[in-house]
């Protein structure tokens, strides 16, 4: 079975800050990517920032690049997604998902998924 789950959604006023937490467990720890994606009503689903889970580099939709950070911890099997300097249009639901590979901000390449976290950023 895999699991992802999410938590550290939650309000916040325009410029500021929240860290989002990822924890894998079975099938789901032992992908070789995780990615965090966002969706807003309305929209479709929006690949945010990507990560290897042994080695190699990041990388981040050019909408948050500067602004998010994405990163692991291996020996928890989390993956945190750090955001900062938040803006109204980043409400969403968040997920983080897994996948074999390749690591990308496609979601077809993304077999596991969390159920979901709100982020909201209002004034």
């Known amino acids: 079975q895999a699991l992802l789950m999410e938590s550290g959604g939650g309000s916040v006023q325009p410029g500021g800050s929240l860290r989002l937490s990822c924890v894998a467990s079975g099938r789901a720890s032992r992908r070789a990517c995780v990615a965090w994606f966002r969706q807003s009503p309305g929209k479709g689903r929006e690949g945010v920032a990507e990560i290897p889970t042994e080695g190699g580099t990041s990388y981040h939709h050019h909408s948050v690049k500067g602004r998010f950070t994405i990163s692991r911890d291996s020996a928890k099997n989390t993956v945190y997604l750090e955001m900062n300097r938040l803006k109204p249009e980043d409400s969403a639901t968040y997920y983080c998902?897994?996948?074999?590979?390749?690591?990308?901000?496609?979601?077809?390449?993304?077999?596991?998924w969390g159920q979901g976290i709100l982020v909201t950023v209002s004034s």
């Open positions: 998902a897994a996948g074999d590979g390749p690591c990308g901000l496609s979601a077809v390449f993304y077999k596991d």
